[in-house]
């Protein structure tokens, strides 16, 4: 079967997860490319709700090599404790999960000097999660990165901790915390490396060897287009590149081995944090909306900003990542609503703007343009066939097709695996549907 890209068309939160789970059976190996324990994707199982910020949403499918690849920031701390959480539900282990060698690790003074730069900022921070995810990236980039592969020499990792610490001690002095000793941070992560050894692999090489003799590979996308560091409205962004661009560095495969890009989409728009938004409602409808789709963030529990779909923000992230098939998430969410409005452009000083702004302090000053649609009267909760959901509903997905030049391959109405249509058509050729449809309701 094909390699395809799975990824969020918005600010993240569009149900990556869900999507990812149920597709896993079609792929051999899920494979993240970027982030951290920043991600949190939520997925449930007969009820049972699972939440995975590091390991790939594969993992809950029997048989599947999961890879954290080297273009992910890795906490031992926090993959260790999610590998142990998931034994309880998922067969883990070495021989499930991969971690590359060049994935950068986060230290303890990734995230002190984090939440020191987010209280700097004040009303300008970008509300982050403080997991010293970004400080890592920031590292990385510097040429002063510690990486999964130095746990496997712990001279080579002590001397790293100790050149590292007593730099960043100096910035913590400078933000008036205390300093950290070497000694413990060196101790904390010999543990970890014990632990963290058998995981630690030279993934390219994996994955291309695996791709080569015909396996096929999901490639997992954390965080949303819109908050990629490049093409994200920058600086509200995250430290990585979660567009389709950031697998090849991400994973160490060329872009010849991606055959398709699906984006995961919400009904609606929501953003968690700083940042621009447009269609982001502050009335009783975009409450409605956040308490119906339990708008909280699965890692950090913060209320998420809600708001009508952005059919220009979701078409420009359809343009940066080559996306031509959609996942459309959570439409039960606006079931009671009597009319839905779709944002087909902005307006910014008299003029219209068709195209998403490439200067988020011109997307601060827009106004959105709506096209008003009625509701669907009777309910998308739990269906699962295309000829069973309500005309007007059915005409919403056309629109937002058509708006944003994508065509919806898989339609999710709730929150269980069994919650969604598939488009066979658009899916045909992409995935082993058979395959899913019959894994779709056997337990992990
Ligand atoms: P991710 O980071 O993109 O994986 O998204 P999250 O897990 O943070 O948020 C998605 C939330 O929406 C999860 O709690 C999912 O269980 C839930 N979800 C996914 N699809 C649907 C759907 O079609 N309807 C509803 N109501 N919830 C959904």
Sequence with gaps: ??????????????????????????????????????????VYVEGRKIVLHLVPSGILRPGTLCVIGNGVVLDPRAFLDEVEALKAVAAVGPERIAVSTHAHLILPYHSLLEKADEERLGEKKIGTTCRGIGPAYEDKAARRGIRAGD???????????????????????????????????FDRYAGFA????????????LLNGRIKSGASVLFEGAQGALLDLDHGTYPFVTSSSSTAGGV???????????????????????????????????DE??????????????????PRRCGWFDAVAVAYACRVNGIGLLALTKPDVLDPLPEVKVCTGYRYKGSLLRDFPSE????????PEYRTVP????????????AALPPA??????????????????????????????IEDALEGWVDLARIREAMDRPA
Excluded at 155 to 178: H, P, Q, W, Y
């Design 1 to 42: 079967m094909a390699n395809i890209v799975i990824l969020g068309t918005q600010w993240g939160d569009e149900g990556k997860g869900k999507v990812v789970d149920l597709i896993t059976p079609s792929f051999d190996i899920v494979a993240r490319y970027q982030g951290g324990h920043n991600a949190g994707h939520t």
């Design 360 to 367: 988020p302090w011109v997307l601060e000053r827009v106004e």
């Design 393 to 422: 509903f059915r005409d919403y997905v056309r629109l937002l097709e058509d708006l944003v030049e994508a065509k919806a391959a898989v339609i999710s109405t709730g929150v269980e695996r069994i919650q969604t249509v598939f």
């Design 151 to 185: 746990l496997l020499d712990l001279d080579v990792l002590k001397e790293k901790i100790f050149d590292n610490t007593k730099a960043k001690n100096a910035s913590l002095r400078v933000c008036g915390l205390e300093p950290l000793d070497p000694n413990e941070v």
């Design 194 to 205: 014990s632990a963290l050894r058998p995981y630690i692999q030279d993934t390219s090489r």
């Design 248 to 282: 090849c560095t991400g994973l160490g495969v060329g872009p010849t081995v991606i055959d398709a890009v699906l984006g995961v989409t919400k009904a609606y728009t929501t953003r968690v944090g700083s940042g621009p938004f447009p269609t982001e409602l502050l």
């Design 285 to 302: 409808t975009g409450k409605t909306i956040a308490r119906r789709g339990d708008e909280f963030g699965a890692t950090t529990g913060r």
């Design 375 to 386: 509701g669907w009267a009777e309910p998308v909760l739990a269906k699962r066939d295309w």
